[in-house]
């Protein structure tokens, strides 16, 4: 299996963000879409499901929690997601993992940190 048959959706209300993870995913050969807002991500996650998600927690309309939850309740094929945010306490994470996030990344992100949890997460080989 390789990247570029994986799509990933990238979900944060932050352009900068959105655009340096879409830069870093594109260039190991993923397809990368984006959301501005969790509502925005459902609609696309259940026009067609994704492989992998990279969600944001804090964003306006519905957050990464909601989002989460609410594709987890959906009967639609279920890729992992990492939750990516700058809040780092220990309940953040563990509302992440409750909401149904399967890992949790501290903003800022290195790209080799970034791709190796994307291709774990995928079960793609380094």
């Given at each position: ?65 909601d ?20 809040e780092?306490?220990?309940?953040d ?17 290195k ?16």
């Amino acid at each position: 299996m390789n990247a570029g048959s994986k799509r990933i959706l990238v979900v944060d209300d932050a352009a900068t963000v959105r655009m340096y993870h879409r830069q870093i995913l594109q260039q190991a050969g993923f397809s990368v879409e984006e959301a501005i807002n969790g509502l925005e991500g459902l609609e696309k996650a259940l026009n067609t499901p994704f492989d992998l998600y990279l969600v944001d927690i804090n964003m306006p309309k519905v957050d990464g929690y909601d989002f989460l939850r609410d594709l987890r309740s959906r009967d639609i094929y279920q890729g992992p997601a990492i939750m990516i945010s700058t809040e780092s306490e220990q309940h953040d994470k563990q509302r992440a993992f409750a909401a149904g996030a399967n890992f949790y990344m501290v903003k800022p992100i290195k790209p080799a940190d970034l791709l190796k949890y994307c291709k774990l997460l995928l079960g793609i080989g380094s």
